[in-house]
């Protein structure tokens, strides 16, 4: 008997004349590894609701079709029964944490559900343990970095000692390294522990091939499904983005067999390509030289600034720092390096303790004039900050009449660069939470500022939303805007980014080049910068790997093709 089997189902949420699940007909095995992939507002974190027993119960709206646990209507189930069975991750740790200290947060589901005190001890020893928490042992949950509120809300979930984990883009808010060690995590609860996994992710470099079957998303309906290479396969033939970097490349270079990790690419690659005996001792140089012409002078420059919040912890040490008119540069740093706090001092929101901001070459002081203006653009994490009219389109005029700049084509303009046309009249808190992105960063954007600052805007978006939108801040910087993007997403910012820095305990440990920067790091790279790594260097994109070893991979997968190998 499967662990999950859904029958048919269709969901419409409430007041909504499209249905966000239409015919959804799939099971989960017990032990399995679901990865469950597609564009924003394609029905995946709908159909994890679905999942968890939260639609439509939680959520209204109307529903049709059955969802079994265990061969049991999850519908029918005891709440209390089923949160012992199933749990849920969301994408926002926020959302999910109630209390104010890491240990009771982990035993808050365990007191609700009336375990003895004893049990509740040993259950949040083990899972604090399992996780590796000791260090927020005792700590406010405000003060810990976006990594240990995650794994606290895997911690509470875990203490319930469900069957099935759910989890619904868990590593959005997480650097590199922080999303391996969770995503590893996942892995391990899935093959030591036999846990039933159930992931939704946008970033499919990190977990595509830890899945047993992924299933795709268009439009509320799965359209493909089957093993991670089935599927790769599948995608590139039907045209659908949603594989990984290393696939794309091999099937993009005519390979039929298509590999899912860099092991199994840089194998191949071996058999067709000699190994370049590169100096392992010679050090790459990653001092930032921009040969940009700067007639005009530099659009922000940020002199010994040192910040620090009322515990007193210097958050930023000695930032010097110059963005220039029409640079592209991505933020890089581990969560807790004080990326977020970098670019609040830019926008204004935070005045240093010492140092000094210059605008266009006058200094800032603690006059915002230039921030009132609308010169300076910001764009936080969370955007449901900057969401509070009734409709798309009257945000973006909200903003703008803010600023009395009142220009209709101007809106009409950004929402379709930014593909909101079709939401103009929708409540932005009803789109998903890649377009209540999208509709944020349009709010801050309609000023036509001549800075950009963005926090994390890729987080839930798919592979073609993210191109859009590189794509979008790549023609402002040809115009002469400056744009900064603090990003955990590696791949977006080799894309785009020509200049990345990268912050480590409030200072800037690396500025330069972007293929400096990321073709010589460990972990801040690319998959295809770390296939092909002593094959050919500065390729960061799948792109520059098709261009440089595209004509000689195309021969190879063609006689590996008729010998039976590609």
Same mark, same amino acid.
């Given at each position: 008997?499967?662990?999950?089997?859904?029958?048919?189902?269709?969901?419409?949420?409430?007041?909504?004349?499209?249905?966000?699940?239409?015919?959804?007909?799939?099971?989960?095995?017990?032990?399995?590894?679901?990865?469950?992939?597609?564009?924003?507002?394609?029905?995946?974190?709908?159909?994890?609701?679905?999942?968890?027993?939260?639609?439509?119960?939680?959520?209204?709206?109307?529903?049709?079709?059955?969802?079994?646990?265990?061969?049991?209507?999850?519908?029918?189930?005891?709440?209390?029964?089923?949160?012992?069975?199933?749990?849920?991750?969301?994408?926002?740790?926020?959302?999910?944490?109630?209390?104010?200290?890491?240990?009771?947060? !982990?035993?808050?589901?365990?007191?609700?559900?009336?375990?003895?005190?004893?049990?509740?001890?040993?259950?949040?020893?083990?899972?604090?343990?399992?996780?590796?928490?000791?260090?927020?042992?005792?700590?406010?949950?405000?003060?810990?970095?976006?990594?240990?509120?995650?794994?606290?809300?895997?911690?509470?979930?875990?203490?319930?000692?469900?069957?099935?984990?759910?989890?619904?883009?868990?590593?959005?808010?997480?650097?590199?390294?922080?999303?391996?060690?969770?995503?590893?995590?996942?892995?391990? @609860?899935?093959?030591?522990?036999?846990?039933?996994?159930?992931?939704?992710?946008?970033?499919?470099?990190?977990?595509?091939?830890?899945? #047993?079957?992924?299933?795709?998303?268009?439009?509320?309906?799965?359209?493909?499904?089957? +093993?991670?290479?089935?599927?790769?396969?599948?995608? !590139?033939?039907?045209?659908?983005?949603?594989?990984?970097?290393?696939?794309?490349?091999? *099937?993009?270079?005519?390979?039929?067999?298509?590999?899912?990790?860099?092991?199994?690419?840089?194998?191949?690659?071996?058999? /067709?390509?000699?190994?370049?005996?590169?100096?392992?001792?010679?050090?790459?140089?990653?001092?930032?030289?921009?040969?940009?012409?700067?007639?005009?002078?530099? +659009?922000?420059?940020? $002199?010994?600034?040192?910040?620090?919040?009322?515990? $007193?912890?210097?958050?930023?040490?000695?930032?010097?720092?110059?963005?220039?008119?029409?640079?592209?540069?991505?933020?890089?740093? =581990?969560?807790?390096?004080?990326?977020?706090?970098?670019?609040?001092?830019?926008?204004?929101?935070? /005045?240093?303790?010492?140092?000094?901001?210059?605008?266009?070459?006058?200094?800032?002081?603690?006059?915002?004039?230039?921030?009132?203006?609308?010169?300076?653009?910001?764009?936080?994490?969370?955007?449901?900050? /900057?969401?509070?009219?009734? +409709?798309?389109?009257?945000?973006?005029?909200?903003?703008?009449?803010?600023? #009395?700049?009142?220009?209709?084509?101007?809106?009409?303009?950004?929402?379709?660069?930014?593909?909101?046309?079709?939401?103009?009249?929708?409540?932005?808190?009803?789109?998903?939470?890649?377009?209540?992105?999208?509709?944020?960063?349009?709010?801050?954007?309609?000023?036509?500022?001549?800075?950009?600052? @963005? #926090?994390?805007?890729?987080?839930?978006?798919? /592979?073609?939303?993210?191109?859009?939108?590189?794509?979008?801040?790549?023609?402002?910087?040809?115009?002469?805007?400056?744009? =900064?993007?603090?990003?955990?997403?590696?791949?977006?910012? *080799?894309?785009?980014?020509?200049?990345?820095?990268?912050?480590?305990?409030?200072?800037?440990?690396?500025?330069?080049?972007?293929?400096?920067?990321?073709?010589?790091?460990?972990?801040?790279?690319?998959?295809?910068?770390?296939?092909?790594?002593?094959?050919?260097?500065?390729?960061?994109?799948?792109?520059?790997?098709?261009?440089?070893?595209?004509?000689?991979?195309?021969?190879?997968?063609?006689?590996? =093709?008729?010998?039976?190998?590609?």
């Amino acid at each position: 008997m499967p662990i999950f089997q859904v029958n048919n189902l269709s969901y419409y949420y409430p007041e909504s004349e499209k249905p966000a699940l239409k015919g959804i007909n799939i099971t989960v095995e017990e032990g399995e590894f679901l990865l469950v992939v597609g564009g924003s507002g394609s029905g995946k974190s709908t159909l994890a609701r679905t999942l968890a027993g939260l639609v439509p119960d939680f959520y209204g709206g109307v529903f049709s079709g059955k969802v079994l646990f265990k061969g049991q209507d999850i519908r029918r189930m005891d709440r209390r029964k089923l949160s012992r069975h199933v749990g849920m991750v969301f994408q926002d740790p926020e959302k999910q944490l109630v209390k104010t200290e890491a240990e009771a947060e !982990i035993a808050f589901g365990l007191e609700n559900l009336g375990l003895p005190q004893q049990e509740m001890l040993r259950r949040v020893a083990e899972v604090m343990d399992f996780l590796n928490l000791e260090e927020a042992k005792g700590r406010f949950i405000d003060k810990l970095s976006g990594g240990q509120k995650q794994k606290i809300a895997l911690a509470s979930v875990l203490a319930m000692q469900p069957e099935a984990i759910i989890l619904d883009e868990p590593t959005s808010q997480l650097d590199p390294t922080c999303a391996e060690d969770f995503l590893n995590l996942i892995k391990r @609860l899935n093959e030591e522990m036999g846990k039933t996994v159930v992931l939704i992710e946008q970033r499919l470099e990190r977990c595509f091939h830890l899945a #047993d079957r992924v299933a795709v998303m268009k439009d509320g309906e799965i359209i493909i499904q089957g +093993t991670p290479q089935e599927v790769a396969s599948g995608s !590139i033939d039907s045209g659908i983005p949603f594989i990984p970097p290393v696939a794309r490349f091999f *099937a993009g270079a005519g390979f039929s067999n298509i590999p899912v990790t860099v092991k199994e690419g840089r194998s191949i690659l071996k058999n /067709y390509l000699p190994l370049q005996n590169n100096d392992a001792d010679s050090i790459t140089q990653t001092g930032f030289d921009n040969n940009k012409e700067r007639k005009n002078g530099e +659009t922000i420059a940020l $002199k010994k600034v040192w910040f620090s919040y009322d515990d $007193k912890k210097e958050v930023l040490r000695g930032i010097d720092l110059q963005i220039f008119p029409g640079e592209f540069v991505a933020i890089l740093g =581990a969560n807790g390096a004080g990326k977020s706090t970098l670019l609040k001092v830019m926008a204004g929101l935070l /005045y240093p303790n010492r140092g000094k901001i210059m605008f266009r070459g006058k200094a800032c002081g603690k006059n915002l004039e230039v921030y009132r203006q609308g010169k300076v653009a910001y764009l936080s994490q969370n955007p449901n900050d /900057y969401l509070f009219q009734d +409709t798309v389109e009257q945000e973006l005029f909200f903003t703008l009449k803010n600023f #009395d700049k009142p220009d209709e084509g101007r809106v009409d303009n950004l929402l379709e660069k930014l593909d909101l046309n079709r939401h103009k009249h929708r409540n932005p808190r009803d789109l998903s939470s890649g377009e209540r992105q999208r509709v944020a960063l349009a709010s801050v954007l309609v000023t036509e500022p001549e800075l950009v600052l @963005l #926090d994390e805007p890729t987080r839930g978006m798919d /592979y073609a939303l993210k191109a859009d939108l590189g794509g979008y801040l790549a023609d402002l910087c040809k115009g002469g805007v400056s744009v =900064a993007v603090v990003t955990h997403d590696v791949e977006f910012a *080799a894309e785009y980014a020509e200049r990345v820095i990268i912050l480590y305990d409030g200072r800037i440990v690396s500025d330069g080049n972007a293929k400096q920067i990321l073709g010589s790091s460990m972990f801040y790279s690319t998959q295809m910068a770390r296939m092909c790594k002593g094959f050919a260097e500065d390729i960061l994109t799948v792109e520059e790997a098709l261009d440089i070893l595209g004509p000689i991979i195309f021969r190879a997968g063609a006689n590996a =093709a008729e010998r039976g190998m590609g």
